[in-house]
């Protein structure tokens, strides 16, 4: 698989990456161990979780396979910290809980370091500096090789990496965002991918499929074994199910059936090769999920492909992004 740099930095990843949402709650281990196999047996190296995901059991997990199936010098290891399991306050941005929080990944993973630590989300009520700070104690000590953040908007985004670049004594740079980014949800394309652009910073797109919906599945009926009818996943899918969403699974399919491929790989093709994109991350279900996602590899869309699919998903910008002048 092809490997490509995470922003301005040395840490090369595969342009595909393995996610593990469902790890230890609706993907056991031996689902786990094949997925993880598949994927490094493909070239794949960035494998993401986070220290919420299943409390903490997808890294449990991760770390049970890293030592019996896969060797750790193999993988490129991301997490996440800074979600917290509190009915009052869904993020802790402080540096008490994200070094405590590191050091129990760590002990999860069982390794020494990560590869990427990423803060979850953003916390409006620990001041950034803070929280940055965090970052950098990190990998000045080793516990983290590079740093990134997850749902960051434009200007959270552009005011972190900023006070990086100013702030005395501070040597790390964020390395990348993840952000969810597909033919169904474009909103990043708005402020955060062009202040990404700018400032170096590689997009490492969750949900690249539109949480499914773009591999044509739901057209017609949920199915049953889909994560549109699981208990905790139906809300997630539920919001792309609607008329205009539609419109797009149609227009995906078209293309799909024009080239002789099939919805999945034109969806994942056409975002793993947007300006800015590093590497998607793929959350799949089981190992022939998977296997389908990781045979995108060899596919290249047409450029009139890609323009049509530009055409029918563009997202609505208007002031002051773009012919504010005229309206």
């Known amino acids: 698989m092809e490997q490509r740099h995470l922003g301005r930095t040395g840490l090369r990843v595969s342009r595909i990456g393995l996610g593990t949402l469902t790890w230890g709650r609706d993907t056991g281990e031996a689902d786990a161990a094949d997925q993880l196999k598949t994927f490094w047996e493909a070239g794949g190296t960035l494998v993401d979780t986070a220290d919420v995901y299943a409390d903490g059991g997808a890294e449990y997990l991760l770390g049970r396979l890293m030592e019996d199936l896969v060797p750790r010098r193999d993988l490129v290891i991301a997490t996440k910290s800074g979600s917290v399991l509190d009915a009052d306050r869904r993020f802790d941005g402080s540096r008490g809980h994200l070094l405590d929080a590191l050091d129990a990944s760590l002990e999860r993973l069982g390794t020494d370091h990560v590869d990427l630590w990423q803060l979850h989300a953003f916390d409006p009520y620990t001041p950034l500096e803070e929280t940055l700070q965090a970052l950098d104690m990190a990998v000045s000590s080793g ?6 953040v997850c749902g960051f908007c434009g200007w959270q ?3 972190a990496a900023t006070w990086q670049l100013a702030a005395p004594g501070v040597r790390t740079r964020l390395a990348g965002t993840q952000m969810e980014y597909s033919l169904l949800q474009r909103g990043i394309e708005r402020e955060v991918l062009p202040a990404a652009l700018d400032l170096g910073i590689g997009i490492l797109p969750s949900s690249p499929l539109g949480r499914g919906v773009l591999t044509g599945k739901y057209r017609h009926a949920t199915p049953a074994d889909s994560r549109g009818a699981s208990e905790h996943l139906a809300p997630f899918v539920a919001p792309y199910l609607d008329e205009p969403a539609g419109r797009i699974v149609d227009a995906v399919t078209t293309a799909a059936d024009g080239l002789a491929t099939t919805p999945l790989k034109v969806a994942l093709a056409w975002v793993r090769d947007r300006p800015g994109v590093v590497a998607p991350i793929i959350g799949a279900r089981n190992e022939q999920q998977l296997r389908a996602a ?8 047409p450029d009139e492909i890609c323009q049509a699919l530009d055409d029918v998903s563009a997202p609505v910008h208007r002031y002051p992004d773009q012919d504010w002048s005229t309206l």
């Open 143 to 148: 516990r983290a090789r590079y740093a990134g």
């Open 157 to 159: 985004l552009a005011k």
């Open 294 to 301: 990781l045979s995108v590899e060899a596919l290249t869309l």
